[in-house]
């Protein structure tokens, strides 16, 4: 049995990814930051429909702990799967807020580099060893790194993202010497609890946001968590080193 490493599912876009992987019939590791019961929904969701989860808690802003986390990953691989590798990392777990260019501190700066590229980065360098030969990865940026989602407010958090954008060609570079794939997906404006639940909080953003969409609406989790799938998936096996938008047309 297949197995995957999904960062960030306690709710949103990871914890549609892990539903969607399990569904296709994969284990799936799935973790959360401060969000145990979203975390604890998903294992539910997961083994109502036959399929086998593991939630582990892990801050990806805290490199420190990466070693102790690759520990938890590998007593779950070989306690639920009696497996020593496992093949599918989603490198998904984030955060946005909104802060324009002149009001933008070195703290909030360092804290989307931390979460958002640094995480991502060193935390599949600590999983690697783990990762077998022909699997692979996806991280998820966003279009906010592309011209379709330049939107006033979010020059930091996607900076980050476009370094995730060029992070994901030099891993799929390098990997592919094991013959490991690696793509990234790049969200438009999806409902999930971002910005503090904001869509929850300002239903009347839904909306707006919806009509500078071609097809109508914003994302829906599932929109993108199954392309996350399908990317993982040997459908896709041979596309490497791509930056899939995922955004229904928005500002097409
Ligand atoms: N929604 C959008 O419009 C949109 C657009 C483009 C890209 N994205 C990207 O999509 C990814 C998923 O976000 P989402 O929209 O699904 O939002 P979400 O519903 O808020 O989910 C974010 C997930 O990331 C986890 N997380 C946040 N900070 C973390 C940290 N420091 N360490 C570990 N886990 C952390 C959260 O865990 P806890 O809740 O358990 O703390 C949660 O599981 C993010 O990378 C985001 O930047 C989203």
Do not use: C
């Amino acid at each position: 049995m297949k197995v995957a490493v999904i960062t960030g599912a306690s709710s949103g876009i990871g914890r549609s990814a892990a539903v969607q992987i399990a569904r296709r019939g994969a284990g799936v590791i799935l973790t959360y930051s401060s969000n145990r019961p979203g975390a604890e929904e998903a294992v539910a969701e997961i083994e109502k429909s036959g399929g086998s989860a593991v939630a582990l808690r892990l801050d990806v802003g805290d490199t420190a702990a990466f070693p102790a986390f690759r520990d938890a990953v590998v007593d779950a691989l070989r306690d639920t799967w009696q497996r020593d590798t496992f093949d599918h990392l989603v490198n998904n777990a984030g955060f946005g807020q909104m802060a324009m260019f002149e009001d933008t501190t070195e703290e909030l700066f360092d804290t989307f580099t931390r979460v958002l590229l640094k995480g991502p980065y060193f935390l599949t360098q600590t999983l690697l060893p783990l990762i077998a030969d022909g699997g692979s990865v996806v991280n998820t940026t966003s279009n906010s790194a592309l011209v379709s989602g330049v939107e006033a407010g979010y020059s930091a958090y996607a900076t980050m993202k476009g370094g995730l954008t060029v992070l994901t060609r030099y891993m799929a570079k390098e990997f592919s010497a094991r013959g490991i794939r690696v793509n990234s997906v790049a969200p438009g404006t999806t409902r999930t609890r971002i910005g503090d639940d904001a869509f929850e909080k300002f239903p009347e953003l839904v909306t707006q946001l919806g009509s500078h969409h071609a097809l109508g609406r914003i994302g829906e989790p599932d929109d993108v968590g199954m392309v996350v799938a399908m990317l993982l998936s040997e459908e896709s096996r041979w596309i490497t080193a791509q930056n899939v938008e995922v955004a229904g047309g928005q500002n097409l």
